[in-house]
């Protein structure tokens, strides 16, 4: 038994070693972020590309609950589109916007889903402070664990008979979630101090509406590439586009 545990718990810190030291970045310092009515605010738009020879998608094999989560999965660490280049999932936010528009989450669910044994969406931001659900779609015993500075670590099992759980984080920060039961599944609870953050489609595609006149720090994340930032300019009423390369 005692050598089982063990087995467990090395798995457990293989499985967050794996997912990097991203844990607890930043999700920018805008704590003290007004909601007001934006005037003429503008858009921002843009495309998020691999530079380099495009990545195969590496195969994870499955060796438990294969009934339901087949026999291999594909990691999603890194997702680029073979036509576009457009790499999936990197979140693309304002650094230092401190008023703005409110949330639209009226009516919206924010969940993540564990659905096929893997999490959906890959990449969830929540408002800090704004409870969410967590899912389990797939009828077996799964369970959360979270690896964060800011926030409490969340170690609770899932099984199959409780279909939702409801959490909240208070803090800022990117949140590192993963499965100890099945040590493929991985992903990431991005609490946001304020609502202009986008995560990049299938194209690598992104879109921040409502943005007030200004110049801002435009941060660019990814859980493999690393991060950068860029400075745009909005102007009342206009569209900015711009094309950001990681490799």
Partial sequence: MMIR???????????FSALGSSAGFS???????????????????????FDGEIPVPKQIQVTKDTKVCGKHKVDESLLVDKNTKGIKNAVVYLKDVQSGKSWQIAGKDLAIDQ????????????????????LNSDGILHNIHTRSERNPMVNKAQPKFLKKMKLTFEE????????????????????????????????????????PPGTYTLQIWHETLGSQSKTVEVKAGGTTNLTVTMQ
């Avoid at 545990?5 to 499985?15: E, H, L, N, R, T």
């Avoid at 659905?115 to 967590?134: E, T």
Wanted: hydrophobic content about 45%.
């Fill in 5 to 15: 545990k063990s087995i467990i718990a090395f798995m457990v810190i293989a499985v």
């Fill in 27 to 49: 999700a920018g310092k805008d704590d003290t972020y007004t909601a007001t009515k934006v005037e003429n605010g503008g858009t921002i738009t843009g495309k998020v590309i």
């Fill in 115 to 134: 659905k096929g044994c893997r999490f959906s969406p890959h990449v969830l931001v929540v408002p800090a402070g704004q409870p969410f659900m967590v």
């Fill in 172 to 211: 800022p920060e990117f949140v590192q979630v993963a499965c100890d039961v099945h040590n493929w599944m991985h992903g990431w609870i991005v609490v946001a101090p304020h609502p202009y953050y986008a995560v990049t489609d299938d194209s690598g595609e992104f879109q921040l509406t409502d943005v």
